[in-house]
């Protein structure tokens, strides 16, 4: 580990692990000519908020991998149950960090501004311990697809409630919703940010009911009463899930 990682406050941390039932090694798939975790790892970097920027894993060849492209690397337990699990982990070795972002392996396409808009999210609220991305959702196909994940947030901006289905639901229709401004409904993206003691704590907590409902991790944290700060983008990135996935990442990659 090098001494910037080790006294980074700023850190991205991006987890990353070989088993994927939907695409198995989905991580080191490179039809771009480069892997899958290479382009998450160089979209990270292009983020001007982090210190530093680090790949945790359980996997031996992915931290071959990771290396080869000069990403730094902290091992981890195989008995990660979650990112969130293997991030903690790895944060134990980083004494200094203090507000660390969660970046998904599988996101080819983030976006560095919404990194940073997590970090400056948490800057200028001192009193909040999380925080997480969404943006305007008007699609309706999208709005009641159970794999697009909904967010409501009070007038503060933070979130009331995380769901699968429809939410707010609108009882008289929902057309003239899905163009009001402002947005109506807006779609979770699965990018975090957190406070040393709130990542430590939350992985001790048990599964909560909500949780288990949903299959959502971040009810947790609002079912132990604390608030997860929103900040909205004006776009969703896609993440890599299935084959379909990655051919269409591939093909707009080739395309620009």
Known sequence: MNAALHNARRVLAIPARRRSTRLPDKMLLCE?????????????????????????????????????????????????????????????????????????????????????????????????????????????????????????CDSKGRALYFSRSVTPFPRDGVAEWLSAEPPAFLQHIGMYAYRRPLLMQ????????????EKLEQLRVLENGHAILVAVVNHATRGIDTPEDYAAFVARRRAA
Request: with cysteine.
């Open 32 to 152: 771009t000519g480069k892997t899958v975790l290479q382009h998450t790892y160089e979209a990270a970097c292009r983020a001007r908020a982090p210190e530093a920027v680090f790949i945790a894993t359980d996997d031996d060849e992915i931290a071959a991998v990771a290396r080869s492209f000069g990403a730094d690397v902290v091992m981890t337990s195989p008995d990660a149950p979650s990112g969130t699990d293997r991030i903690a982990e790895a944060v134990h070795s980083l004494p200094r960090a203090g507000v660390i972002v969660n970046l998904q392996g599988d996101e080819p396409d983030a976006d560095p501004e919404a990194v940073d808009a997590l970090f400056d999210l948490l800057d200028r609220q001192p009193w909040a311990s999380m925080a997480t991305v969404a943006t305007p959702l008007r699609d309706l196909e999208k709005l009641h697809d159970p794999a697009c994940v909904k967010v409501v």
């Open 202 to 213: 939350m992985t001790r907590w048990p599964v909560g009911r909500l949780e288990q409902i």
